[in-house]
């Protein structure tokens, strides 16, 4: 019998929590998360882990999954995420992190495992939170401020998209699509976990 969790996979949308952020660029992450629990027809999330949690399948027949919604501010998402992933016992090559993406022009979409956490703060908590860096990310690409002053690049991805509604939620569909397309691809793979 397999472990429990060797074969689930762990969604986690970054974000801050409350209105005042809700739709800024920050909080691409939670915008994609809630898109997957939609499209998936996942129940209602429940209060756990300092965060909004629900579990069920990518679709009908699709590999199991956990979707995460951290309710700590961002940068001590790896509170939220670090017990979730122990928990549910998910191995750190099946955790999966939505987050907002400077380094890439509005509207791109990229995954990566592992890698630098780049001075984004929800990555580096999470990096300490769930053990280390070696996790996959959907990089959702917000674009960034014509400065590299921090106070700047603070208030550009704590800001509103300048960019169309259409062309947002096209982004999230896209950066949805990826996450899926991810999901399915490690829930085929046999985890380093399950192959001990």
Known sequence: ???????????????????RYAATRHNIGFEVAAELTRRWEMPRAKERFRGLITEGRAGPGGPQVAVLIPQTYMNESGTSAGPARGALKVPLERLVAVHDEIDLPFGEVRTRLGGGLAGHNGLKSLAQGVGGPNFWRIRTGVGRPDSTDPEVVSAYVLSPFAEPHTKV?????????ETERLVRKLAEEPSEASAK
């Open 1 to 19: 019998m397999v472990s429990v969790g060797a074969e689930r996979v762990l969604v986690v949308g970054l974000g801050n929590p409350g209105s």
């Open 169 to 177: 939620r096209e982004l999230v569909q896209r950066a949805a699509d």
